[in-house]
């Protein structure tokens, strides 16, 4: 079988050159695969897949607690309803972070996602607007 002209630079040459430039273009296929397709991550990807998921999953467990703690208070004092409704609806996660009600229990400081989450929960259960 004859070769086409084009084709001539890259099978004519010794064996070890030809196993180099396989191996070559294999590692480079791989790569190209695994990285596209295949679902590979570099470690600094992995890690802030990780960090992104980890504050989901800490703001998905903090908030209802936040919400619970706002419930309760609601029983015994019945002015906070009024003064979480006089509050800018986009302005009710700073307002429930500097009063205290996203702060997790045994946390240092509160956390400014799970005050966020909190109002969206308080919004829903005493239906504000």
């Known amino acids: 079988m004859k070769t086409p002209s084009f084709l001539a ?3 004519k040459g010794n064996s070890l050159k030809r196993l180099f430039q396989g191996f070559a273009a294999g590692v480079i296929c791989t790569v190209i695969i695994g ?8 470690g600094s990807a ?17 908030a209802p607690i936040c919400a619970d703690k706002f419930e309760r208070a609601v029983n015994t004092d019945n002015g906070l309803v009024p003064k ?14 500097k009063a205290g009600w996203a702060t997790s229990p045994g946390g240092a400081k509160p956390d400014n996602n799970v005050a966020e989450a909190c109002a969206n929960l308080l919004n829903k259960t005493f239906k504000l607007k």
């Open 84 to 97: 979480l409704a006089a509050v800018d609806s986009w302005e009710r996660g700073n307002h429930l972070l």
């Open 46 to 62: 992995a890690e802030k897949m990780v960090d992104t998921a980890t504050e989901t999953a800490m703001v998905a467990a903090l």
């Open 9 to 11: 630079p890259l099978v």
């Open 35 to 42: 990285f596209g397709w295949g679902g590979w991550l570099l």
